[in-house]
């Protein structure tokens, strides 16, 4: 549907009527940085402020009543004199009883009260001043849900890959499942879903979470919450953060300057959206990499149990469907990055019922039935208590090996999807003509970086990996697996030389060091 828009010129008028106060602060449109990435409008000091250690008070920038700030709580107090919000959140149930859900559907009543497509008797929802502020929301958002088909390609053997598709799956499912809620209301069905008049799409309903999801706050005392004006604070990291946001006593959100920092006239005043965020993260939340950036930080993959286990279905529901690994960049002791890896779905993929896991079922006290698992005698309470009693088994050599094999695996294949693309995307890079005919500019460098260093992440994952397996120290029983591992023995998989791991960037030879398949590693250590 139609969406009103307000040129943010008008927004000091939206803000006087409101209670908005603004102290040396005036909100501005950026445009382009020299990535070509749009950064949009924000927020840049019109004074001089300091702020020292010691001083009683915060220096406050912006102060919005409490009535403004959109959480669970509000939508439910707005609910009370809008007969249509209340509807339409009765009618989602659950859903509607979340933070997320309540102010979703909220926005969505108010897009709806505003649209030019949805004229009829019918007025959706009670005027307020969210249905104003909503049209100074940017038209679109860079986030990955509103991709081009082409632009989702370049995101080949990238993290967000999955999480994309994941993603777009479920908003499609609570987009139906809206429909399904509320085409039994008469308004809903004849301005939202009616063939002739219903102008209700799904691309609504991305805009809807997207505007959600880069601009939402967690305040300290409202929870999960949108908040006008603050959510026109750009994003910076480390020392260059010049604001943050709180709750004062009297429930006003506010923008204090943090202590300690001054404020020129002109400058722009940013907050942190989370310094420790993966570039996952910030491109799929928010759109962006941070200009100095260039560590992806975290990767998260999902992992497969392979198809022969017996006991794949159980092991699926042991671990609540988290089939996730989560790569991390970390500090080691001696100063040096160093990866360590996650997953709880790894260290119960590893072992079966020849070494000593079972999955039974057991009367629960209501008369229902519930998973017990045990391994050997012991009583497993969770995937992480497998994994505490696994590391002090006689067989915790065997059990790394067969863990590492497994990741080694699955990291691979990433690494060898995402350089499957990279030879054609540098040439794109380096002919702008064809990269401006097929992409947004600011979105393919964001993507380019992006690629990058997720690779650089899994290529260093691999390198230390395998220097993890060199290091277990294996039983005698073992001697002829880590033979094959590394020199000899009969090979089926192909794993990279690690001191020839692939270059992302540039075309090393590629020198191949043939090992085993996980499922090798672990049907050969099964007799031991
Ligand atoms: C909370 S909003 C900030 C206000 C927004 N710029 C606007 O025009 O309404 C967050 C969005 O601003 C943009 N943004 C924030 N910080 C940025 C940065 N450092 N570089 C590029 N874009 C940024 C991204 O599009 C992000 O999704």
Same mark, same amino acid.
């Given at each position: 549907m139609k969406r009103g828009y307000l040129p943010l010129e008008t927004l000091p008028a939206w803000q006087h009527l409101n209670g908005v106060e603004l102290s040396g602060v005036a909100f501005r449109k950026f445009g382009f940085d020299e990535h070509g990435a749009d950064k949009g409008s924000?927020?840049?000091?019109?004074?001089?402020?300091?702020?020292?250690?010691?001083?009683?008070?915060?220096?406050?920038l912006l102060q919005i009543p409490g009535d403004l700030v959109l959480s669970l709580e509000t939508v439910q107090?707005?609910?009370?004199?809008?007969?249509?919000?209340?509807?339409?959140?009765?009618?989602?149930?659950?859903?509607?009883?979340?933070?997320?859900?309540?102010i979703l559907i909220f926005l969505l009543i108010q897009l709806s009260h505003n649209s030019p497509d949805l004229q009829s008797k019918h007025t959706v929802g009670v005027s307020n001043p969210w249905s104003e502020y909503v049209k100074?929301?940017?038209?679109?958002?860079?986030?990955?849900?509103?991709?081009?088909?082409?632009?989702?390609?370049?995101?080949?053997?990238?993290?967000?890959?999955?999480?994309l598709e994941a993603k777009n799956?479920?908003?499609?499912?609570?987009f139906d499942s809206i429909q399904e809620a509320t085409k039994s209301i008469p308004w809903c069905q004849e301005l939202w879903w009616s063939e002739g008049t219903g102008a209700l799409t799904i691309e609504d309903w991305k805009y809807i979470d997207a505007a959600y999801r880069s601009r939402m706050l967690d305040l300290p005392g409202s929870g999960l919450a949108m908040v006008p004006c603050i959510d026109m604070a750009n994003h910076s990291c480390g020392d260059s953060v010049k604001a943050l946001y709180e709750e004062d006593s009297q429930g006003n959100a506010v923008l204090q300057l943090r202590w300690g920092k001054t404020l020129q006239p002109g400058e722009e005043i940013t907050i942190s959206y989370g310094d420790e965020k993966p570039a996952s993260e910030m491109l799929f939340s928010y759109g962006f990499l941070e200009d100095g950036r260039t560590a992806a930080r975290e990767i998260t993959l999902n992992l497969d149990i392979p198809e022969d286990d017996?006991?794949? &279905?159980?092991? +699926?529901?042991?671990? =609540?469907n988290d089939s996730s690994i989560r790569i991390k960049a970390a500090r080691s002791s001696d100063e040096a990055?160093?990866?360590?890896?996650e997953s709880d779905l790894a260290w119960?993929?590893?072992?079966?019922?020849?070494?000593?896991?079972?999955?039974?079922?057991?009367?629960?006290?209501?008369?229902g039935r519930e998973l017990e698992v045990r391994w050997k005698d012991e009583k497993i309470q969770s995937p992480r208590h497998l994994r505490e009693i696994l590391a002090?088994?006689?067989?915790?050599?065997?059990?790394?090996?067969?863990?590492?094999?497994? &990741?080694?695996? +699955?990291?691979?294949? =990433?690494?060898?999807?995402?350089?499957?693309?990279q030879e054609p995307i540098s040439k794109i890079k380096e002919d702008q003509v064809a990269l401006e005919s097929m992409f947004r500019p600011g979105i393919f460098e964001t993507i380019f970086r992006f690629r990058n260093m997720e690779g650089e992440l899994l290529e260093k994952a691999v390198e230390d990996l395998i220097k993890q397996v060199r290091e277990i120290p294996m039983p005698p029983s073992l001697t002829r697996v880590c033979l094959d591992l590394t020199d000899h023995g009969t090979r089926e998989l192909s794993y990279w030389h690690p001191k020839s791991l692939p270059r992302i960037l540039g075309r090393k030879q590629r020198m191949e060091m043939k090992w085993k398949t996980f499922r090798d590693v672990r049907d050969k250590t099964a007799a031991l």
């Open positions: 924000g927020i840049v000091a019109t004074d001089t402020k300091s702020s020292s250690e010691n001083d009683a008070k915060p220096e406050i107090d707005y609910a009370k004199s809008d007969r249509d919000l209340r509807d339409v959140l009765e009618a989602m149930g659950d859903f509607g009883r979340t933070a997320r859900g309540a100074f929301l940017p038209p679109s958002f860079p986030l990955p849900t509103f991709y081009t088909a082409q632009e989702q390609e370049l995101l080949q053997g990238t993290s967000i890959e999955g999480a799956a479920s908003l499609e499912r609570e017996p006991l794949g &279905l159980p092991k +699926r529901i042991f671990c =609540q990055d160093e990866v360590a890896w119960v993929a590893c072992v079966n019922e020849e070494d000593g896991l079972h999955f039974g079922l057991a009367q629960t006290t209501d008369g002090a088994d006689p067989l915790w050599e065997i059990i790394q090996l067969r863990a590492a094999v497994l &990741l080694l695996e +699955r990291l691979e294949t =990433q690494l060898g999807l995402l350089q499957e693309l």
